[in-house]
């Protein structure tokens, strides 16, 4: 808790603390290697960027990208498109949803999600979260329960996987039908098992912030033929379905190919071939996040008034993105720990804030969706703060900006942070 007599003073002293700035940019990612360049080039100059525009038997970019990226999830089909929050749509609406049906989904995740619900047709219903940033499994069983809503999207929102098993049983004991969004989890898992693999459909985003960058970009991955039949159909692709480098057999979509609509939203070449080579070493950026993620997180935990999302040990998480929570805090006193971090170069997120800022936002400002009583959720966000990690960052970033917010949390009255 805090106490009261938060004044500009104690700021002022904080400002004079010997505290060197952090001048490193908190948007800045790795540029595209030279490997990814070289090929997207090849494609430039071939003129051939659509991902159908092929000469022969030849296999596109596209193609070849979601036959390694349905081999890295361990999915039998991959779906390459043009955005995460596509993905998610076009996700709903394979799977069957009718217009106006409720969709489950956690009550705090970003704008693309309770979009996607309302692209496909239907209506989001907000599940709370714990502390820990992951679905309240009682608020779901309570929402889902009597069938109530037939579909989940569950959002692996900053990375942070829900107890999957649980989950799974839950989904299992209503019938949900589960869509998971993984626009933060792309290479997360639980006990082994990739995030993205646990319902119908997994969702990732290759847009800039995420873990592979073609500034847009998305993928759908399934074991479900007839799912994903539907999904390659709606994503738009004519009668060259036959061209996938990861779909279900052309006889699949026998059944299909008429009553589904065309809903363009395709990859196209260029941005497959900046993907593939980042792909090849997604592995070893997890590992690069990670190090970088662990080396703040100490810094962080040795603050008594922050609580920093446990981890547990079954999560294989990837370290791209931190959050922690001051409970009790202000929304004057979350304004100035902001701006405080801000003055030494530290850009934190808060989702607190009455107005959305930036890509932060929360479900009080989506005025589309009908409004919810969400007072747990409520209760967490007026005090969590959120930073990126970019690969951009050296060890020695990352321990210097642990140390500033550390340090902006001592000069606050924060209990426990003295
Ligand atoms: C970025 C993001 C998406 C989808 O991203 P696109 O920009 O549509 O590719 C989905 N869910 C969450 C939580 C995200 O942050």
């Known amino acids: 808790m805090l106490g009261t007599?938060?004044?500009?003073?104690?700021?002022?002293?904080?400002?004079?603390?010997?505290?060197k700035p952090?001048?490193?940019?908190?948007?800045?990612?790795?540029?595209?290697?030279?490997?990814?360049?070289?090929?997207?080039?090849?494609?430039?100059?071939?003129?051939?960027?659509?991902?159908?525009?092929?000469?022969?038997?030849?296999?596109?970019?596209?193609?070849?990208?979601?036959?390694?990226?349905?081999?890295?999830?361990?999915?039998?089909?991959?779906?390459?498109?043009?955005?995460?929050?596509?993905?998610?749509?076009?996700?709903l609406r394979a799977a069957g949803l009718r217009p106006g049906e409720p969709v489950l989904t956690n009550g705090f995740t970003?704008?693309?999600?309770?979009?996607?619900?309302?692209?496909?047709?239907g209506r989001p219903v907000l599940v709370e979260i714990t502390p820990d940033l992951v679905l309240d499994l009682a608020d779901l069983e309570a929402k889902a329960g009597s069938g109530k809503a037939r579909f989940?999207?569950?959002?692996?929102?900053?990375?942070?996987l829900v107890d999957m098993e649980r989950l799974a049983a839950l989904v299992d004991a209503h019938g949900l039908i589960l869509v998971e969004d993984c626009a933060h989890?792309?290479?997360?898992?639980?006990?082994?098992?990739?995030?993205?693999n646990f319902g119908i459909a997994g969702c990732f985003s290759?847009?800039?912030?995420?873990?592979?960058?073609?500034?847009?970009?998305?993928?759908?991955?399934?074991?479900?033929?007839?799912?994903?039949?539907?999904?390659?159909?709606?994503?738009?692709?004519y009668m060259l379905y036959g061209r996938h480098g990861a779909a279900p057999d052309p006889s699949v979509f026998a059944g299909i190919r008429l009553d589904t609509p065309n809903c363009s939203g395709r990859m196209d070449n260029l941005r497959a071939a900046i993907l593939r080579?980042?792909?090849?070493?997604?592995?070893?950026?997890?590992?690069?996040?990670?190090?970088?993620?662990?080396?703040?997180?100490?810094?962080?935990?040795?603050?008594?008034?922050?609580?920093?999302?446990?981890?547990p040990p079954e999560e294989r998480y990837v370290g791209s993105s931190i959050q922690f929570l001051i409970e009790g805090i202000s929304k004057p006193e979350a304004h100035d720990f902001v701006a405080a971090n801000k003055?030494?170069?530290?850009?934190?997120?808060?989702?607190?804030?009455?107005?959305?800022?930036?890509?932060?936002?929360?479900?009080?400002?989506?005025?589309?969706?009908?409004?919810?009583?969400?007072?747990k959720t409520d209760a967490i966000l007026s005090g969590l703060f959120d930073m990126r990690i970019p690969l951009t960052f050296s060890s020695d970033d990352c321990a210097q900006i642990g140390e500033i917010i550390a340090s902006c949390a001592k000069a606050m009255p924060l209990k426990g942070a003295a």
């Open 5 to 19: 007599d938060c004044n500009t003073a104690k700021w002022d002293e904080a400002q004079r603390m010997e505290t």
């Open 22 to 91: 952090f001048t490193g940019s908190f948007t800045l990612q790795e540029p595209i290697g030279e490997e990814g360049i070289s090929a997207a080039v090849k494609v430039m100059r071939s003129g051939r960027l659509h991902r159908y525009n092929t000469a022969g038997d030849e296999l596109s970019e596209t193609a070849l990208l979601e036959r390694e990226y349905a081999a890295y999830q361990g999915s039998r089909y991959c779906l390459a498109c043009a955005s995460g929050g596509y993905a998610m749509q076009i996700a």
């Open 110 to 121: 970003l704008a693309p999600v309770p979009g996607a619900i309302a692209g496909a047709g």
């Open 152 to 160: 989940l999207l569950l959002s692996n929102m900053r990375g942070h």
């Open 185 to 196: 989890t792309m290479g997360a898992a639980w006990r082994g098992k990739k995030s993205g």
């Open 206 to 237: 290759t847009q800039t912030y995420k873990h592979l960058n073609s500034g847009e970009g998305g993928f759908l991955t399934s074991d479900d033929p007839e799912f994903m039949a539907r999904a390659v159909m709606l994503s738009g692709s």
């Open 277 to 311: 080579p980042q792909l090849a070493v997604l592995e070893d950026s997890i590992e690069r996040w990670n190090e970088r993620y662990r080396i703040v997180e100490q810094k962080l935990r040795a603050v008594d008034a922050f609580h920093v999302p446990v981890r």
């Open 343 to 375: 003055a030494l170069g530290v850009e934190l997120k808060w989702f607190g804030d009455d107005e959305p800022v930036a890509f932060t936002s929360n479900h009080k400002s989506w005025g589309y969706v009908e409004a919810q009583q969400l007072p």
